[in-house]
Nanobody, 127 residues
Framework: HVQLVESGGGSVQPGGSLRLSCTGS????????MGWYRRSPGEERMIVAAINWTASSALYGHSVEGRFTISRDTSKNTVYLQMNTLTPLDAGVYYC????????????????????WGKGTLVTVSA
């Protein structure tokens, strides 16, 4: 059974940090690009960050650039999202995804066609 499982979500105060992890099982994801999406209350799902299969390229949503860092460990079949200087606007359910790089960089147009998705982990940011 192929799946992606997120962990590391929780509640944090504004200005705090969290590190999300997403581990794949059932197959290797080393040849896939991987990324994180967020759905905030009342908003559409949006890309937060993505990293290609060689880790030579990464992209970030405009609102998180300079604060979030995506990385991957192929030996662990895992992708990480280090989130710093969190604000209430960063709150939401964070979903891990794996698939073709061109779908990640195509914005929302092909988002639903990304091959694999996790079930999400909740991040809450409040004082």
């Amino acid at each position: 059974h192929v799946q992606l499982v997120e962990s590391g979500g929780g509640s944090v105060q504004p200005g705090g940090s969290l590190r999300l992890s997403c581990t794949g099982s059932g197959r290797s994801f080393n040849d896939d690009s991987m990324g994180w999406y967020r759905r905030s209350p009342g908003e559409e799902r949006m890309i937060v960050a993505a990293i290609n299969w060689t880790a030579s390229s990464a992209l970030y949503g405009h609102s998180v650039e300079g604060r979030f860092t995506i990385s991957r460990d192929t030996s662990k079949n895992t992708v990480y999202l280090q989130m710093n200087t969190l604000t209430p606007l960063d709150a939401g359910v964070y979903y891990c995804a794996a698939g073709s790089w061109w779908k990640f960089i195509s914005g929302s147009r092909y988002m639903d066609d990304i091959e694999y998705w996790g079930k999400g982990t909740l991040v809450t940011v409040s004082a």
